[in-house]
């Protein structure tokens, strides 16, 4: 693993995040930090067309040859859109008799409360290819029982015939007693060369069966689907002579080599926002913001995360296809309302926007495409906060009369509203959704919004963000340069990181500090292995503590961050208070009751260096060299103003501009409300101020 | 009453639509970020994980303006509660920093006693202008049995400690004395007080957003917005309710055990729906019976109103205008408007038949909207000392069984059902918190009523214990009559605890016990109620019956007995003999 990235003044960095639409490519000049940007279609079927396509062009137009690329980053829907679409490998699953039905029991909730019609999702092992063996671990009372060879043997004759493309391991308590699997792991390879096979322990060391099951038979699933398109990339990365393998962007905010990515496909989940929510931190942490929320708007949802301290917040659980997949990863939560939701009337007469969405076919109706029902963009085209004649640098045009028509016939007549009413009543009911979400992440756990900038992006975030960022009373809101430059640069910023866990039900008390002791080393000899596996410098290497703690009784960690060891009695004694401390801060109240240890964590991982960034504004202290014109424009209030219309990329820096005004780029747009100012900093990002 | 057209209907010159709307959007995200603080900071499992609880908010006159419920058992548990405090203290006496708390189903309490509901006023300008409330099942509150909920009680008096509307939060300080006396009352106290003080902080955090609401839009406009949403809630629900036929449909089904003795107790339901109205009319269903399954008013309402949510629109959200449409009628005493002092503990049981009932009334009006009838949940109750620790500790549990199959679609396979919608522990945690062994947790093949549509499977979990001085409280319902299957779908398999079963010594266990003696090393089995079939089992497609042979759910036997479909081995897998299949279902079909 090369933990520099800065050994050549001739290379080049290259980041490619492959979305479902679009694959977006970003390459840095290491010399001078000068960004290229490009964008071309994806090629779901073979994704890495799409990517050779972009790369042959991206090499040309920042005037490089192959070899000078000398690290590639690489953010993938491969994992994600092979869970959704259920085309993962034909899977079994090898388990302790009495309990192969986990998987299909789940936690004994209906999908819906009320919604009787939505059925319980398909299991991703079939009952009959889920084997049970007589083997177990107990707490007290029985003597444990060694799986048989013999019975083992017996599945896996049937294995052939169901044509069994991997297999996954969980036993009972395997989080405490891993024997049990390896056994079993070790016998499978020896008897299925070339099939992929995954034991719990190594996926997720943790208690809680239902949720460590279903991430390791997913995690199987995944397996050759993933060293499938891992071959094929990495086949054609060659042939066009890179100097660099491909690093897989993780759901974690790190990257996984290509081995790491092919034996934990799992932790490749929403590597894309992941890596967006990275290029946000790294961007903002150069341009002096350290506390963040992201808002990231497309068409269909927009997915919002908290950065404190130029951290994102880490979640431990999420749900895909209905199953759930447990362990850390960027908290990034997606709403169902972006710029193309549909506003219509429910049966009670109440305005709703979404989540249904207009989607790119037909889309909003002034596209002119066919579309009827109105949406979030058309209400932005009425009130002039889109530019009414066309889109994507004159390359769409837009018929506002259109959208004006819909509005007026759908919303604003059914209402009792004026036009221009009815359309800020869309943005104001979608502005009610937005705060929602935000207000889940944020107060909702014990955060105060107000000291957060909201950092906006996605082709609908600098539109939308001034009403949200007032209502929840945030200090600024943050532009950076361009909707596909986070992800990508994300990808460029990443360090490598492996998470390790392991569940140990300890009480605090004399004693302890000698298990979790072994814990602990138990983890860091799994890390220093990982470490040699993947070639890390020494230098570059750290390793960090945590531990899941919950008051006895509980069912509900919190997870604190804990000093390397030794972990004498004093560490257990600090533990416990700094758990008390925490339970006051997120609950408000410290419990006199005992202190229970449920998993210890580490993380580790290998620094990278981060390139140099340089987006080049023009030379100039006079904004009105960057004015384009001037259109109406309507504000809440206000009504409709004149105001005048930027061109992004020609806006001097450090210059501070009046609102109102109208901030145009190819694609999206930034408004700024009367009484507001922005300057455009020397990172290319536009900074709104409010006071 | 206002008019009840879908358009817009708002007293216009207080409030535009859209601002009516914010209005209520926030009412709902206050009570939304209620439920939050409430799952977030509680201390026991019951609430943090299994979501037993709800929050809600009032305005001053005690109508719902907005309800967080994740079981729909909740749906009408605060209902009635304000009306109750203010009867005991007036609204002049109240003051800002006020609480009370109640649990007493017959003094506006929930549906039985180990629901604690605090509740307080919200001011505005001086004036008290709306109520903020939360209730949460607390998972002992007393009484003869740990748990707090046995089927065999006689009188509410057995179940737990009983609290009339008490002041629990004077001036923002704790009444310290009531808090001692629940405190003394539980088996569970630590727990008892961590639950306690997550519901103040609950409704500390409720009231400030509501005050933000009326701060934010002034008096006139807030109070203004409340009616117009009121009247939404309304409005939308008799557009539902029109959606369906005009017409009376009635049904019946029983509670096949009063808690005491297995005997059958009429329940049923003569639904009218005329234009947008719908009355729910129980008047015939058995008297209140001598066990804890009785449900006290407020309960029957909440199985009400889960169906009409879950029938004509499961978005629709809950508030006092929607109730508005729908008319209740339950007579005093029986088993759906019970009396003081009978017991109700067990109410969810019962609960579940309401559902059943209900959707089998509507299965003669939209059958393409309902399910055959549900396997409900069992409960068994471990308690004694952990030799581990020497602790006494209380594993209160409940199991899954299975929902109906619909017109188009199987039954879930173990999913808790109708009103109940709580978690399961997982294994790993109960193993470790508790001194037993799991040895068995699985669908029971063959469970599922047969049907065009099959049932789903009820579930099957065997555990041994290791406890000193172990103690069982058990409850079960359909353990006797099997969930009614549909459109001449079969009924689904009855439940059933086993005392060491598969063993010389394996002996059957009453359907509802408690306090029964467990020795260290036996095994209880507990077999839960599966769901029913829907249409004819001899239409089912052969091919899913072919799957469920290939994947355990159906035997080999079932197939050709009850689905009259021969499974036959070919060469390296399982197929279906079509020609004989044809023979079996003819000769069925001749006979």
């Known amino acids: ?691 | 009453m206002t008019s009840a057209t879908a358009s817009s209907d708002f007293p216009a010159q207080k409030v535009d639509a859209i601002t009516a709307e914010v209005i209520a959007h926030r009412l709902r995200a206050a009570s939304e970020e209620m439920m939050a603080t409430l799952v977030k900071t509680s201390y026991s499992p019951n609430i943090k994980e299994r979501r037993d609880c709800s929050t809600g908010i009032f305005d001053a006159q005690g109508r719902l303006l907005a309800l967080t419920a994740i079981a729909p058992l909740h749906l009408s548990s605060l209902i009635g509660t304000i009306e109750n405090v203010i009867a005991r203290f007036p609204k002049d006496e109240m003051r800002p920093g006020d609480a009370f708390l109640v649990n007493d189903p017959y003094h506006g309490g929930g549906s039985h006693l180990p629901d604690i509901t605090i509740t307080g006023p919200v001011y505005h300008e001086g004036r008290l202008v709306a109520f903020v409330a939360n209730i949460a099942h607390h998972s002992d509150v007393g009484g003869k049995v740990p748990g707090s909920e046995s089927s065999d009680c006689t009188s509410i008096f057995q179940e737990g400690i009983r609290l009339p509307p008490v002041r629990i939060l004077e001036n923002d300080k704790v009444c310290q004395d009531i808090l001692n006396v629940i405190l003394l009352n539980s088996r569970t106290p630590r727990e008892r007080e961590g639950d306690l003080k997550a519901q103040i902080a609950t409704n500390i955090v409720g009231c400030r957003r509501v005050q933000e609401i009326f701060d934010r839009f002034g008096m006139d406009t807030t109070l203004a917005g409340i009616e117009a949403w009121l009247d939404y809630g309304e409005a939308r629900a008799r557009v539902g309710i029109r959606a369906l036929p005009d017409g009376v449909y009635e049904n019946e089904d029983f509670v096949d055990h009063d808690g005491i003795v297995p005997r059958l107790v009429r329940a049923c339901v003569k639904v009218t729906v005329d234009d947008e109205r719908m009355i729910f009319d129980f008047t015939g269903s058995g008297a209140q019976m001598a066990g804890s399954r009785n449900m006290v008013w407020n309960a029957t309402l909440a199985g009400v109103y889960y169906a009409v949510k879950a029938l004509i629109d499961p978005d629709l959200p809950p508030n006092a205008g929607y109730f508005r449409a729908i008319k209740v009628i339950a007579t005093p005493g029986s088993i759906f408007n019970a009396q003081s002092p009978a017991a109700v503990g067990d109410r969810g049981s019962t609960g579940n038949v309401i559902g059943d009932v209900i959707f089998g009334a509507f299965a003669k009006a939209v059958p393409e909207r309902v399910m055959a009838g549900c396997g409900p949940l069992h409960g068994l109750t471990f308690s004694g000392i952990d030799p581990r620790r020497g602790e006494y500790f209380v594993n209160y549990e409940t199991y899954a069984g299975a929902s109906g199959a619909q017109h188009d679609q199987d039954g879930k396979d173990a999913v808790r059902v109708h009103v109940s919608g709580a978690a399961n522990l997982p294994v790993e945690a109960a193993e470790h918190e508790f001194p037993l062994s799991i040895l068995r947790y699985e669908l029971i093949p063959d469970s599922g009523g047969a049907g065009r549509f099959r049932g789903g499977l009820g579930t099957l979990r065997e555990v041994v214990s290791w406890a000193k001085e172990g103690r069982l409280v058990g409850r079960g319902l359909r353990q006797v009559v099997g969930a009614p299957g549909l459109d001449g779908g079969s009924k689904g398999r009855t439940g059933r605890f086993l005392m060491d079963g598969g063993t010389p010594e394996e002996q059957r266990l009453e359907a509802n016990f408690s306090d029964l003696p467990i020795e260290v090393g036996h095994t209880v089995r507990i077999e839960t109620p599966a769901g029913a079939g829907f249409g004819a089992p001899f239409t089912r497609d052969p091919a899913r019956v072919l799957a469920d042979v290939i994947a355990g759910k159906v035997s080999l036997a079932a197939a050709r007995e009850a689905y009259g479909v021969s499974i036959v081995q070919d060469r390296r897998s399982l197929a279906v003999d079509e020609k004989e299949t044809a023979a079996l279902r003819r000769v069925s079909h001749a006979s």
Not at chain 1, 244 to 255: L, R, V
Not at chain 1, 557 to 566: A, Y
Not at chain 1, 609 to 635: E, K, N, W, Y
Not at chain 1, 636 to 653: L, Q
Request: with cysteine.
């Open chain 1, 1 to 691: 693993m090369q933990a520099d990235t800065n050994n050549s003044n001739n290379s080049f960095v290259l980041g490619i995040d492959v979305g479902g639409t679009f694959t977006d490519l970003v390459m840095i000049r290491l010399q001078d930090g000068r960004a290229f940007l490009h964008k071309t279609p994806s090629t779901p079927a073979d994704p890495s067309l799409a990517m050779e396509r972009g790369i042959t062009e991206i090499l040309v137009s920042a005037s490089a040859a192959p070899a000078q690329v000398s690290y590639f980053g690489h953010g993938t829907t491969v994992a994600t859109n092979a869970l959704i679409e259920g085309k993962t490998a034909n899977t079994a699953l090898i388990t302790t008799a009495g309990f192969r039905d986990i998987l299909e029991i789940r936690r004994q909730r209906q999908p819906h409360n009320y919604n009787i019609r939505i059925p319980k999702p398909v299991s991703p092992v079939a009952r009959h290819l889920r084997c049970e063996m007589t083997e177990r671990t107990f707490l007290m009372g029985r003597e444990n029982v060694a799986p048989s060879r013999v019975e083992l043997d017996a599945h896996i004759a049937g294995f052939d015939r169901a044509e069994i493309a991997s297999v996954a391991v969980v036993f009972l308590h395997s989080y405490q007693n891993p024997a049990h699997e390896m056994e079993v792991v070790e016998w499978l390879r020896a008897a299925l060369p070339g099939k992929f096979i995954c034991a719990s322990h190594e996926v997720l060391a943790e208690f809680r069966e239902y949720e460590r099951t279903s991430t390791t038979v997913l995690n199987a699933g995944l397996g050759p689907v993933m060293s499938r398109y891992l071959d094929q990339l990495e086949s054609r990365v060659k042939s066009l002579g890179l100097g660099a393998k491909p690093n897989i962007q993780q759901s974690n905010g790190g990257f996984a080599s290509p081995r790491e990515a092919g034996h934990r496909p799992i932790c490749t989940l929403a590597s894309g926002p992941a890596a967006g929510v990275i290029g946000a931190v790294d961007l903002s942490r150069r341009a002096g913001f350290r506390d963040l929320i992201t808002f990231d708007v497309g068409g269909t949802s927009t997915d919002v995360c908290l950065i404190e301290d130029s951290t994102p917040l880490i979640a431990r659980e999420r749900e895909v296809a209905g199953y759930p997949v447990r362990f850390p990863m960027i908290d990034v939560h997606s709403v169902g309302a972006g710029g193309g939701s549909i506003a219509w009337i429910d049966d009670g007469g109440f305005l709703q926007v979404g989540p249904r969405s207009a989607g790119a076919d037909p889309g909003p109706v002034c596209y002119g495409r066919g579309g009827t029902e109105p949406t979030v963009t058309d209400a932005n085209v009425l009130l002039g906060r889109l530019n009414p004649q066309a889109l994507l640098n004159g390359r769409m045009p837009i018929r506002a009369d259109l959208a004006r028509e819909a509005i007026e016939s759908k919303i604003a007549r059914p209402l009792g509203l004026s036009v221009e009413d009815a359309a800020e009543g869309i943005l104001l009911i979608l502005n009610e959704t937005m705060v929602r979400a935000i207000r889940v992440t944020t107060v909702e756990r014990g955060y105060d919004p107000r000291k957060f900038a909201l950092l906006a992006f996605g082709g609908a975030g600098p539109l939308l963000a001034t009403p949200l960022a007032r209502e929840l009373g945030l200090a600024r809101i943050v532009v950076p340069p361009g909707p596909g430059l986070l992800c990508a640069l994300g990808l460029l910023v990443a360090d490598a990181r492996r998470d390790f866990s392991r569940t140990r039900i300890v009480p605090l008390r004399n004693g302890a500090s000698t298990l979790i002791g072994q814990a602990a080393t138990e983890l860091s000899t799994q890390a220093d292995q990982w470490f040699a596996d993947e070639n890390a410098a020494k230098a570059a290497r750290s390793l960090d503590w945590a531990a899941d703690l919950r008051y006895l009784g509980q069912s509900h960690e919190i997870t604190l961050p804990i000093v390397q060891g030794p972990f004498d009695p004093e560490v257990v004694t600090r533990l416990a208070e700094a758990f008390g401390r925490e339970h006051t801060r997120l609950y408000g109240y410290a419990a006199d009751a005992p202190v229970e240890l449920v998993t210890m964590r580490a993380t580790a991982r290998v620094a990278m260096s981060r390139p140099p960034l340089d987006v080049a504004a023009p030379i100039t202290s006079d904004p009105s060299a960057a004015q384009l014109g001037s259109r109406m424009v309507h504000f809440p209030g206000a009504g409709f103003v004149k105001c005048p219309i930027y061109d992004r990329f020609a806006i001097p820096e450090d210059v501070t501009i009046a609102g109102p005004a109208v901030v145009e780029q190819m694609d999206t747009t930034t408004i700024v409300f009367p009484g507001h100012r922005f300057q455009r900093d020397k990172f290319g990002n536009l900074v709104i101020g409010f006071s």
